[in-house]
């Protein structure tokens, strides 16, 4: 991963897709969230969401699978580059996670980050706060998914 | 009997658990959604700003999620909701712990597009024994609201 320095506002990148089967929708409804759209076909079609829907915390636990193989690919890369990397901290917490559209099975969700803002933080010295809005859309190009992502990201000089 | 909008005031709505979470539970989740050391290897764990082998954050708010499930949404008119406003991670779930979810109501309000539905906003505070809290979730889920109400 790269460090606070090197990082700008407007920085986009691709971070991944994946499809989510009826398989895996009701593996983790059944586990984690399941309410009768999240684990049934015939009682999806029949809800709001006209479809068997994977469960919100499912769409979230997956755009997180992404952003680690896509921070492990990022890694790959500068470590091939002889350059040193960043290891990040854990993140504070987020902010506006929208489901603006149910993921239905079969649906392909392909994820995009941009960086939004940075800034240093006041409570630890040496590491930096950013800040990224993520978006997935689905494969007919509706924005399904949306989140304000908060990292705690090493500075250089300090590490 | 099923809770309808008209069941949601705001205050304290109800405290829901314990929730036993294993280690076993906590590296299943991390190698399927967040295999990063800090959540797979106690080595490395240790060295982390977390100082120890810690569940995912998207762990804990998937255990929330069932927690508030088997609590009061599987017996509520609930037709889903549309995103989470905040989300805190104020300190790692441990292996072992055992989670208490506190629910409180922040505010209920009929839907204006949709008059038989509600939408109400609840603020959930996951804390292992000690009573620590651990993570704060903001979100919205809406509710259907009484037939009479509705009209």
């Known amino acids: 991963m790269r460090f606070f320095e090197d990082i700008k506002v407007g920085d986009r990148r691709e971070i991944g897709s994946f499809t989510f089967t009826a398989a895996d929708i009701k593996t983790f409804a059944a586990k984690f969230d399941p309410q009768r759209f999240h684990l049934d076909e015939e009682e999806g079609r029949k809800s709001l969401f006209g479809g068997l829907t994977a469960s919100g915390w499912h769409v979230g636990s997956v755009f997180m699978k992404l952003s680690v193989a896509d921070f492990q690919r990022q890694a790959k890369e500068l470590a091939a580059r002889g350059e040193r990397v960043a290891v990040w901290g854990p993140s504070p917490g987020f902010r506006e996670l929208r489901w603006i559209r149910p993921v239905l099975a079969g649906d392909t969700i392909s994820f995009v980050g941009e960086v939004i803002a940075k800034r240093a933080s006041e409570s630890r010295p040496g590491w930096g706060i950013l800040q990224g809005r993520n978006a997935g859309t689905n494969q007919r190009g509706e924005e399904v998914f949306s989140i304000l992502a908060t990292a705690f990201v090493p500075m250089r000089e300090t590490t | ?151």
């Not at chain 2, 889903?80 to 989300?87: F, H, L, Q």
């Open chain 2, 1 to 151: 009997m099923t809770l309808t909008f008209e069941d949601f005031l705001p205050g304290r709505f109800g405290t829901f658990g314990p929730r036993h979470v294993s280690r076993d539970e906590i590296l299943e989740f991390a190698a399927e959604f967040d295999p990063q050391p800090m959540h797979l290897d106690e080595e490395a764990a240790r060295k982390s700003m977390l100082k120890g082998l810690s569940a995912s954050g998207w762990h804990l708010c998937s255990i929330m999620m069932r927690m508030l499930a088997d609590g009061f949404i599987a017996r509520t008119a609930s037709l889903g909701s549309p995103g989470v406003n905040e989300v805190r991670w104020l300190a790692p779930l441990r292996p072992g712990d055992d989670l208490m979810l506190e629910v409180d109501v922040l505010e209920a309000r009929p839907s204006r597009s949709r008059p038989e539905t509600g939408i109400v906003t609840f603020k959930s505070t996951a804390r292992n024994a000690a009573g620590e809290a651990l993570c704060e979730m903001t979100s919205p889920i809406i509710v259907g609201r009484r037939a009479e109400a509705a009209g």
